[in-house]
């Protein structure tokens, strides 16, 4: 993106094509923001489709792997600097964002800056937190109709998926640990550390290779989970 924003376009497509041979996800991520960049979108939509179909995505996953983690770290936590004070932003039990003090006191609009706070600090949390409310409701509208579907159609994530990048993507995480998953015979949901757990809170190891959503008639003793 620099090298097109810089005037060195020939260098941009190469790098393009060089994304193409790097074949990874975090690849094909960059491909797709490069797609919106107008000097090279030609270039970059051609090899994100190159590189999706040498990868067996369909389209369901690629828009799985291109949403955004929001700028939260994997606890589902984002924090805001003012300097003399800080704040964390979190998804409450209704995926509705709060902003929390140090003594856990919730704030539904950010604080207003005093007297002895950072300014260059407040500005940029300003900005951090109007992001996250323009962006959230997209993707938080996105899993839950996500999530939906793949319960009722019964689709499946292959195990490496699960366990690496969805397991890592923030908001991906917050709706995971609210659902029970099944893999193979297993049935197990995801701990708040990330751990799969079993009806009797042991360790679960996965072998087989994909996971699916578990609808409630699927799951006997659903009450004592």
């Not at 994997?74 to 003594?103: H, K, M, P």
């Not at 195990?159 to 397991?167: A, I, K, P, Q, Y």
């Amino acid at each position: 993106r620099s090298w097109a924003e810089k005037g060195h376009p020939a260098w941009a497509k190469r790098g393009i094509w060089m994304l193409m041979q790097i074949g990874t996800r975090q690849a094909l991520l960059e491909l797709l923001r490069l797609k919106s960049h107008f000097i090279v979108q030609e270039e970059a939509r051609l090899a994100f489709e190159m590189l999706a179909l040498k990868m067996g995505l369909s389209s369901q996953m690629l828009a799985d792997w291109g949403l955004p983690d929001l700028g939260m770290n994997q606890e589902g936590i984002c924090r805001l600097d003012y300097g003399s004070r800080q704040f964390t932003v979190r998804f409450n039990e209704e995926f509705l964002l709060r902003i929390y003090d140090d003594a856990q006191k919730t704030m539904r609009v950010i604080p207003r800056a005093r007297q002895e706070d950072d300014e260059e600090k407040v500005g940029k949390a300003v900005e951090t937190w109007r992001f996250l409310r323009e962006t959230s409701e997209k993707v938080v509208g996105y899993l839950k109709k996500r999530m939906e579907r793949g319960m009722v159609e019964e689709d499946s994530w292959r195990v490496s998926d699960f366990s690496g990048w969805m397991l890592e993507h923030s908001v991906w995480r917050a709706f995971m640990v609210r659902m029970l998953w099944g893999s193979g015979e297993d049935v197990f949901r995801v701990a708040e550390d990330g751990m799969f757990l079993n009806l009797q809170d042991q360790p679960v190891q996965l072998s087989a290779l994909t996971v699916k959503i578990l609808h409630p008639l699927e799951i006997e003793s659903l009450e004592a989970w």
